[in-house]
């Protein structure tokens, strides 16, 4: 459907950034999702940043209760959800104070003028009305009397007026929709779909979308409406796609290439819940999900699967990820295939659960009892958890190991334009059970569990069931090959020195390093999982500043690609932009021996590309 | 039927006998430890059940008890404290046509483990747990352990322990296992029975063994288990029969809901006052498992509860089988393209 407004002058964008925030219960999350939808329609590129308070229901009204969903989009490559806000639409005093800061100087933003009573500002603890103390100075202020209007446009229905002040959000989503010129037919669609059961609430919430729109024609408080044409994005079928979602579609995709039936064991944890839930969807590609009794019974389940002859997966953020390390190391010890989601957010402990953190990696790297490396794979932008995925169960099968997958808050629960890929393109790697004895002892055929591939240094799989290959794991130190139990002081330091060397040769499957910008210059920046956006805004901006500025991203953290030191060599100064207190950093320092500088920040929010550039900016000045 | 629920398995396997499930490995438990009777028993017990060798796993956590997979010689994991059950969980279920049984003693599962027990048995996974109870820390020498009687004298209870003792099997129906049962390492041929109804059970089969650590706790069921006292101390329990014990001279009659000892021979009571066993008995098993604190009442053996329920690893294929059938076989260049798409030219 589109809807003509020639009366109106219309303003050409490049990209915008657009912010909904209320109350928890304002349905924000749902407004900014239907947003992203219209967008992703328009064909623009976009990436999404969903914010939202720990608490299922916040006390109405407050500061701590804002719900919030940014997105910026544009005609251009857009990296991250934007640094500066061009449209912020805030349902009440609270959702205005927290975030009005975010908004550029002469940024647009529109307020529900009917939650701004005396009780709504006593909620948000403001002492005076934001709306005439001057704290909108500067901005193009749309004061829109939505609660008034949803219920003057629903008068005639037999909805009550609670369940009309929550559909609020779709007055608000359509009046956004016309102003940026987005199709109101997705969000039609998905309307018209979600309450095909009760078509009063699908009537009311169409009518209301249709309203919202019009008065964006109609008022007499726009004089502009935006446009931002279709992006150059490269060719092909696309879809708007979650981290969360990718992920899961990554594991599946690695079942069907590899034969192996994927057993999921989880224990429900923010923000890792969505993986299960995405997982036990599948249950069609023979997918088994099991919702586990703790973190240790998930972990234990999916070991127990892989030694099995099934694909063991689990998935958890931090303090799940704590609780698994002994069960990994048994896995590392039994030398079988599992792979270890772990969708990071702010910690320690229970930490800030909705919002994003990238200071696992020390624990990913290091959190184990004994001498127990374990390759590290990390994703960068919601469409490429996907191939991070399918290369965490390449890695395993092939290397028979634990995989550490890392992902975050940020990744998981952002979306962003993905090009679908081609599933017969993707490469098979089956797992290569082995079925008869593998050696022969005066002239006796004999196997042993623990005789390695030469060039991967990978261990037998053996299928309980297989006849003649019985043999019993666990993890007391192994004898060399036959896996029996062994004390012996030489043994156990040589099996610490296998093991370890069998992860380093993960390195020989490590494609060259991508370089963004120059192969060499003044700066590299260093990143890894999804700082790669902010990342590379900044570098493209240094560059555009005449910086000579590049930046690499590690979609490979341990083992390293083997040609960091040869890119090394073609820069003077190292920085290292990270979400923790310096994670990355010290083991680049550790393993480099060079001045890499870290760049943190720790607010449970991304980086935003302009802080990254005035750090750089700073180094080089 | 779901893949790995038909009759295949058994017809045509070679005959086994007990050698051919011992292992090159040197038995490492103390001299005289409980454990070498249950061991013999299982590997006398496995070549009867007619499964072939490669089909069968032990799944162990960690205690003295649970060295046990090294001396077998099948398929088998010596896992990680207590969580035995999680890791035969994944295997079962991912595998339901393999045999598997759990080994595990009474600090493995009933402390650190205690979680994953209690979810496996309300699961009804198809397995057998074989729980050596010896109501001590053996491996790491000597602490009381979460069924040791309370006031036990041990190195970490210098001044008697104040922790409220388990009976596992009160645990074992509390958390709604299908099958519970007791046995001893002294009565191997009970033992055997007793693990063989187990096996046959189509869901957990819950299997305490009191097993003597004699190094640590030396005796700690000679009452039941010695020449000496058994008969007067322990009541075997079988289904379709009056609770007696005693060669006859004594028996059980049920007092409103309290079990009650009858004497047999004095004339007031006879056999037919005694409770006639029904394992179906879900009131019954609460009973008569509970028998257990009371110092004057002697402690049952044998099988407590027996139910037939669906296992976890039938629903769970049954329901991929189910789903597959009505959304059809997946395909996955179809789910990667799933919701809205759109093209770029």
Known sequence: MSVESPEKAVESLSEATVLFAGDSGDGMQLTGTQFTLATAFAQNDLATLPDFPAEIRAPVGTTYGVSGFQLQFGSVEIRTPGDEVDLLV??????????????????????NVDSFEQRDLDLARLDSNPLDDGTLDGFQVVKVELTKLSRETLKDTSMNTKEIDRSKNMFALGLSLWLFSRPMQPAIDWISKKFAKKPEIRDANLLLLKKGFHYGETTEQFVFRYEVSPAKLRKGKYRAIRGAEA????????????????????????????????????????????QAEDEIAAVCAALGASFSGALGITASSGPGIALKGEAIGLALMTELPMVIVNIQRGGPSTGLPTKTEQSDLLMCMYGRNGESPVPIVAASTPGDCFEAAFEACRIAVKYRTPVMLMSDGYLANGSAPWLIPDYAKMPDFGPD????????????????????????????????????????????????KTGNVSYDPDNHQFMVKTRAEKVERVAQDIPPTDIYGDDSGELLLIGWGSTRGSIEAAVERCRSNGLRVSSIHLRHIHPFPSDLSDIFAHFEKFVVPELNNGQLVKILRDRFLLPFEPFTKIQGQPFKASEIVAYVEGMLS | MPPGFSDAGGDGAPVLKKKD???DQDVRWCPGCGDYAILATVQRLLPELGVPKEDIVFISGIGCSSRFPYYMNTYGMHSIHGRAPAVATGLKASRPELDVWIITGDGDSLSIGGNHLMHILRRNLDLQILLFNNQIYGLTKGQYSPTSEQGKVTKST????????????????????????????????????ILKRAHTHGGTGFCEIYQNCNIFNDGAFFDYTEKSSKALRALFVENGKPLTYDNGKLGIRLDGFSPQVINLENGKWSVDDCIVYDESSRELAGIVGRMFWQPDMPRPFGVFYAEDRPSYEEQLHSQIVEVTKKRGKGDLQKLLEAGDTWMVE
């Open chain 1, 90 to 111: 805030a349902m009440n005093p609270a959702a205005l104070s927290v975030n009005i800061r975010r908004v550029k100087k002469g940024g647009t933003v529109i307020v």
């Open chain 1, 247 to 290: 992920m899961a579609l990554g594991l599946v995709a690695a079942s069907q290439k590899s034969g192996l039936p994927i057993f999921y064991g989880a224990y429900p944890i923010t923000p890792a819940s969505d993986m299960l839930h995405e997982m036990s969807r599948h249950k069609n590609f023979g997918v088994m999900t099991f």
């Open chain 1, 433 to 480: 059970f082995l079925e008869k004895p593998n050696v022969e002892v005066d002239g006796e055929a004999r196997f042993l569990p623990y005789l390695r591939d030469e060039k991967t240094l990978a261990r037998p799989w053996v299928k309980p069931g297989t006849p003649g290959l019985e043999h019993r794991l666990g993890g007391l130190e192994k004898e060399d």
């Open chain 2, 21 to 23: 499930f011992e292992t």
């Open chain 2, 158 to 193: 210098p001044y008697g322990s104040l922790d409220h003792p388990f009976n596992p099997i009160a645990v074992a129906l509390g958390a709604d296992g299908s099958f519970v049962a007791r046995t001893m390492d002294r009565d191997p041929k009970h033992m055997k029975s």
